[in-house]
């Protein structure tokens, strides 16, 4: 991995700072220029649907328009 401000490789653990409002991976020397840490969130979350509602919208469909 490679540091967004520098370009140096990063050896040991990136540091996730905020520099002018933007989120970067930064190396420890350049994390000093960072104002704030921010977290990586997981992009794909599934949302849980409860599954009694599935069933009766699925029958309710069906009794709409039948074939």
Known sequence: MYCDVCGREIVGKPYM???EG???TT???CAKLG???W???DK???KKVAPNLLKD???TVRDKHPR
């Open 44 to 46: 794909f979350t599934q």
């Open 27 to 29: 190396c420890a020397e």
């Open 35 to 37: 104002s704030g840490y």
């Open 22 to 24: 933007a989120k970067v």
């Open 57 to 59: 919208t699925n029958l």
């Open 39 to 41: 977290s990586p969130k």
């Open 17 to 19: 700072v905020i520099i």
